[in-house]
């Protein structure tokens, strides 16, 4: 079997060799392209699934505030990766863009959206089928981090939460 992402090329030669008497030969070359087949999903760069970013209230609408960066060893459209925030987005506070991964702050941030805040990042490569690559993307919201060992418990805490609980701004979350 062929694999393009071990060697997509082959080459060689072909003698051919009639029966006559003598016998008459003539080579030809002959290479083989191997296609892509989607057979890869994308696979999250960063950020890694237990890092945050802390975020002030300050922090003004229109900042990029995160970036999400994958990779598929596919090519072509195989590769084509877009961007999208399955889910943990409630308050509609940020936006992701579907093209580069960039996260912004969509919205001006209020006391309601203090704590832990996760994004389910969804990144499909534009295969038939599409395969897809999940992140998972914290936010902190304080006016201060004080107890960065806190935050640390709720990112652990956020790793056994099932992915369709929406964790943002709960003041019961810990």
Do not use: C
């Not at 509609?92 to 580069?100: E, M, R, Y």
């Not at 993307?137 to 992915?163: A, C, K, M, R, W």
């Not at 929406?166 to 003041?171: E, H, M, N, T």
């Amino acid at each position: 079997s062929f694999d393009r992402e071990h060697q997509s090329t082959y080459t060689f030669r072909l003698k051919a060799v009639d029966g006559g008497d003598p016998p008459r030969s003539s080579y030809v070359g002959v290479t083989i392209n191997v296609l892509d087949e989607n057979d890869n999903a994308p696979v999250i760069v960063v950020p890694s699934n237990i890092s945050y970013k802390y975020l002030t209230p300050e922090t003004h609408p229109g900042t990029q505030v995160n970036w999400v960066r994958a990779e598929d060893m596919d090519t072509g459209v195989n590769a084509e990766l877009e961007y999208s925030i399955a889910s943990g987005n409630p308050f509609q506070l940020f936006q992701i863009s579907p093209n580069n991964g960039e996260v912004t702050l969509e919205k001006t941030i209020i006391r309601k959206h203090y704590g832990l805040h996760r994004l389910v990042v969804r990144v499909n490569d534009k295969g038939k089928p599409s395969r897809h690559g999940t992140a998972l993307v914290h936010f902190y919201i304080n006016e201060t981090l004080t107890n960065q060992t806190f935050v640390e418990t709720l990112l652990g805490h956020s790793q056994d939460t099932p992915l369709d609980i929406d964790i943002a701004g709960d003041p019961e979350y810990e």
